[in-house]
């Protein structure tokens, strides 16, 4: 009924989270998508983004997959239905509400083939020691990317993190451009043997990057 009545108006529901301020699940145009206050988390714009980097990726070379910022888990549903990826996929967020919202809203929980950790991903990476073939950074509170993000110790454990032939795939930022910082990654990665691509206005909006190891 609700994804019906979606067609003629958008229906809301609101949930607050300490972390991630006023989430809302909103049924529009017959599909639901999970938002802050002033941006699409998943399932709407940010599904088609994280697409298009996506595209760019050879996906058969992916046994292990980390999503650093689960959300909803739309980049999820991306990956096993439009790509058929099958294998292992070990989804992170710090945000225990997003957590339940995902699997209660969007029917994400745990698999054989999908962990969900809640956890801050800096912590995370600064004692993680398995490698993974492809990591999804997806990190945003609202419409910003905490700075620590930006950071090389951050980065650092992110390229320790990759397999020898492995990729990253950065969400870098929304509207505002933050090609200083961004511009620091890049080099980052290159001095560690990655190349890189960045495509900016994805969806009008997005700059993504993607890395891909070349050691
Ligand atoms: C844009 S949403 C992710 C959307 C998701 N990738 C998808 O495909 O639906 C950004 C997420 O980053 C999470 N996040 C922000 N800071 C974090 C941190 N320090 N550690 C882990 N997750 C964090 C937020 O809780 C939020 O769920």
């Known amino acids: 009924m609700k994804r019906w009545l979606s067609y003629i108006y958008p229906i809301t529901k609101k949930i607050p989270s300490a972390y991630n301020g006023m989430l809302e699940i909103t ?86 083939n999908l962990t969900i950790i809640c956890a801050d991903a800096l912590k995370f990476m600064h004692q993680n020691q398995q490698l993974f073939d492809l990591i999804i950074v997806d990190l945003f509170v609202d419409t910003n990317i905490p700075d620590s993000f930006f950071g090389v110790p951050f980065w650092k454990n992110i390229v320790k993190a990759v397999s020898k032939k492995g990729s990253i795939l950065f969400n870098a930022s929304l509207y505002k451009t933050e090609d200083k910082k961004l511009a620091k990654i890049i080099a980052f990665l290159h001095k560690h043997g990655f190349q890189t691509e960045k495509i900016e206005k994805v969806n009008n909006t997005n700059t993504l990057l993607i890395a891909k190891a070349t050691r």
Request: hydrophobic share 35%; with cysteine.
């Open 27 to 112: 049924w529009y145009n017959g599909k639901k998508h999970l938002n802050t206050k002033n941006a699409n988390y998943s399932y709407g714009s940010l599904q088609k983004i994280l697409k298009t980097g996506l595209q760019r990726i050879d996906l058969n070379q992916c046994g292990q997959v980390l999503i650093l910022g689960m959300g909803g888990g739309s980049v999820i549903e991306t990956l096993q239905q439009d790509f058929n990826y099958q294998n292992c996929i070990t989804a992170l967020d710090i945000d225990p509400v997003i957590i339940d919202i995902a699997k209660d809203e969007f029917n994400i929980s745990n698999t054989p």
